[in-house]
């Protein structure tokens, strides 16, 4: 029951952060999930737009195309199960050449080390884009993220599995990675699966 009130006032706490106010287009708005219950997490980049408005994480055409590697359905991405703690709560803004700013570097330092240790049922970790994989694995990932995450089973004995981030412009990488789909998927809902599995 502690642990439960831990996480539930560290989230309390979160959702009221206003650290990185300045510098956000649309103003604080932390998104995430976590839960004392959680089994898998992903960790990500930052919210999108969608994500903002809806207050919803993975409300869009990029969370139709995670859950699809996952093999889950809505109800299974959102059930208490799985836990979604971005590297930056809030949405960054834009880029001026296009696509989503970076996380606000001030925010993983301060909630992932908060947040992350009280769901101590984690059986799996996501990491979806380069700013996850960086900030979650340093120096053991490799210079290239297609190596990376090419090299998934590197990091499945810390229980880890590094992926693209499932934006549109991933369709044109994985296509000309055809590996991707032929031995990353299989692999990742395999152990998705494993993961969510009761017992």
């Given at each position: 029951m502690a642990l439960t009130e831990n996480l539930d006032a560290l989230a309390a706490e979160a959702r009221r952060c206003t650290l990185c106010a300045p510098h956000l287009p649309l103003g604080p708005k932390p998104i995430f999930r976590v839960s004392p219950a959680a089994r898998l997490l992903i960790i990500s980049q930052a919210p999108g737009t969608q994500a903002h408005l809806t207050g919803i994480p993975w409300n869009d055409k990029a969370g139709d195309r995670l859950r699809d590697w996952l093999g889950l359905d809505r109800a299974g991405f959102?059930?208490?199960t799985l836990a979604i703690l971005p590297?930056?709560?809030c949405y960054p803004g834009r880029l001026p050449r296009g696509g989503d700013?970076?996380?606000r570097p001030e925010c993983a330092?301060?909630?992932q080390p908060r947040l992350g240790p009280p769901m101590t049922g984690i059986r799996l970790t996501l990491l979806l884009g380069r700013h996850a994989i960086a900030g979650r694995l340093g120096a053991a990932a490799a210079r290239d993220l297609g190596a990376t995450v090419q090299g998934f089973r590197a990091h499945l004995p810390e229980r880890i599995f590094p992926l693209p981030h499932p934006s549109w412009r991933t369709r044109t990488w994985a296509a000309s990675r055809p590996?991707?789909?032929a031995e990353v998927l299989p692999a990742l809902r395999q152990e998705v699966a494993a993961a969510l599995r009761e017992g």
């Open positions: 959102y059930a208490e590297m930056g709560l700013a970076p996380p330092p301060l909630w590996w991707f789909a």
